[in-house]
């Protein structure tokens, strides 16, 4: 069926209404070649607008073939400086990233230790990050719409420099905002890393979505927890907002190297359901893409 807008209206004061923009992204396409086939049927048969697209992941090349004959569906650069799979550039040219093996530190917990220690080089975090987009823009023919990145790294203001940069180099337009709702330090960290992310790309004329779920449900977005997430957000004041998903089709090879625990295929088995279709438009909440956000 493809992306098809849900063009639902209501009515305000005897006018009509716009409904809500709603970004239904994935992210860590690039990452396998049965986790990319994964993600274009979430979009083919289902409601995922927009992708990530990961340089380093070991199936872009191929990967990326899948998103040109498909104009309805949004690209964005998911750039990555913790991860399984390697940098682009050598351990030479990015020390503070990576180990003797030239390999990146696997989480964002050994990251943010190590950043938090002064141990890690923005210019590396910005060397690396530049390389993948000229990966994804000159060698894959890609034009991303939209910037985020691997473990949402870019909520640390340091790397939310770098990012924002960037984008502005690169003329791409819009930057994922993620934030979280639990209670607790941890969500506290993130609420106010998240505001100063919105506060940093509004200045810099980026524009970002106005509200945004996904962070605290990572890899387990399935169709009963997307419907109460979507049930919360709808109730705020945001008028666009991104849902940030992780679909596929792994393989048995695929669960041995990402052992993360996501449920790829229920949340692939929730955004090709028709419940979902019919959660948002009784919402009220309109399909689109990054580049579908007003300008900031």
Known sequence: ??????????????????PRLLIF??????????????????HDTGLVSSVSVLAVGPA????????????????????????????????????????????????????MTAAMAGRVDMADVRREYDAQLERLVRDL????GHIDTHQHLHLYPPIAR???????????????????AVPGPRGMVIRRWSRSLSTRLRAAGLAFPAGYGGLDE?????????????????????RTIEVNFHP???????????????????????????????????LDLRLGRFTDLPAP
């Open 248 to 282: 596929g089709e792994p393989s048995a090879a695929d669960r041995l190297r990402y052992a993360w625990g996501y449920r790829w295929e229920e949340e692939l088995a929730g955004l090709t359901s028709p419940a979902l279709r019919e959660t948002l438009r009784r």
């Open 60 to 111: 872009v090349v191929r990967a990326a073939a899948g998103l040109r004959d498909r104009p309805g569906l949004g690209v964005g650069a998911h750039l990555a400086a913790v991860g399984e799979d390697p940098p682009l550039l050598s351990q030479r040219e990015i020390p503070t990233l990576v180990d003797r093996r030239g390999a990146f530190k696997t989480g964002w917990r050994s990251f």
């Open 25 to 42: 992204s994935a992210d860590d396409y690039g990452l396998s070649e049965d986790i990319s086939r994964g993600i274009l049927r979430a």
């Open 162 to 180: 770098v990012v924002t940069e960037l984008a502005t180099r690169w003329g791409i337009t819009a930057v994922r905002v993620p934030t979280s």
């Open 1 to 18: 069926m493809g992306l098809r807008a849900i063009q639902t209206r209501g009515r305000r004061g005897g006018r009509p209404v716009r």
């Open 141 to 144: 023919r890609l034009r991303p």
């Open 218 to 238: 990572a890899g387990s977005l399935t169709l009963s927890s997307a419907e109460r997430l979507l049930e919360r957000l709808a109730r705020g004041p945001a």
